[in-house]
Nanobody, 125 residues
């Protein structure tokens, strides 16, 4: 069992930066791939980024590639999402998730077994 708690959301102006954190409980954090998803009002939850259990592989949605960076620290049981050059269209609730899949399959919600409660990110124009 893994419990996930996101933090770091908030209100930022367009062009600004935020770093989201996802703290995980449990001893098996390092065995899970970690992903970030987001959901804007009235829209489906969409994939943002994912990182393999070792941190050796990462994948990003085209909409955030070059602006967002996913990372993890297995010694701290924490995953991160550094968001730079934020745009108003990045406004959403951001969720972290843990799953046992591999490769590009991790871009799919169904690959994840555990989810956090979400943190709001609002980007003003």
């Amino acid at each position: 069992q893994v419990q996930l708690v996101e933090s770091g959301g908030g209100l930022v102006q367009a062009g600004g930066s935020l770093r989201l954190s996802c703290a995980a409980s449990g001893r098996t954090f390092s065995s899970y791939a970690m992903g970030w998803f987001r959901q804007a009002p009235g829209k489906e939850r969409e994939f943002v980024a994912t990182i393999s259990w070792s941190g050796g592989s990462t994948y990003y949605a085209d909409s955030v590639k070059g602006r967002f960076t996913i990372s993890r620290d297995n010694t701290k049981n924490t995953a991160y999402l550094q968001m730079n050059s934020l745009k108003p269209e990045d406004t959403a609730v951001y969720y972290c998730a843990a799953g046992g899949g591999i490769g590009i399959a991790l871009m799919t919600r169904s690959q994840y077994d555990y989810w956090g409660q979400g943190t709001q990110v609002t980007v003003s124009s």
